[in-house]
């Protein structure tokens, strides 16, 4: 099975440079683009199921897209909701202390959620969608999200796991 993941469009604040985990806003003009263009790119893809976070910008995202690729139904995942940062909300993307973090597995955010609870709750979703099989999917969440479901796929050492970075309605491609 075709798995296709992407983040969702521009926020303010990534718009901003800013963390914004658990922040729930809607897309920028940008953000609303770039959500059109991905659907677009992927057309031709044959994808049939399209799963995405609750938040507002993944939900709008995903609407969007299923407009342009003719997909009647979203459904909604609480699982591929934002990492939660912590702290670190709200702050300057390239911080140190932010940046530091992200490189610790096995250390939580302070006030939220370590890499290990990530995948915690991430693998589970991808080991039941593969169990399931079928059609082509697209997941639409958030680029911490893509981050971690990178490494099911993938053997990703701590350091290039910090330094990926999803773009806005970024898509990546893996067989499920």
Not at 15 to 31: I, N, W
Not at 90 to 114: C, I, L, M
């Amino acid at each position: 099975m075709k798995l296709y993941v992407t983040r969702h469009g521009e926020t303010p604040m990534n718009a901003a440079h800013r963390v914004c985990g658990r922040t729930d806003l809607d897309l920028t003009e940008k953000g609303v683009q770039q959500a059109i263009e991905a659907g677009k790119s992927l057309a031709g893809c044959g994808i049939r199921r399209i799963i995405a976070s609750p938040m507002v910008r993944a939900q709008h995202t995903a609407r969007l897209i299923a407009r342009e690729i003719g997909v009647e139904t979203i459904e909604t995942e609480p699982r591929l909701i934002e990492q939660d940062y912590g702290i670190y909300e709200n702050t300057d993307w390239d911080g140190e202390a932010f940046n530091r973090n992200k490189r610790q597995f096995a250390v939580r955010y302070p006030g939220g959620e370590s890499m290990l609870d990530l995948a915690g709750r991430l693998y589970p979703l991808l080991n039941e969608l593969k169990a399931q099989g079928g059609e082509p999917t697209l997941l639409v969440c958030h680029g911490g999200i893509c981050r971690m479901i990178r490494t099911y796929f993938l053997d990703v050492p701590n350091e290039d796991y910090a330094a990926f970075k999803m773009t806005n309605c970024g898509v990546l491609e893996f067989e499920l």
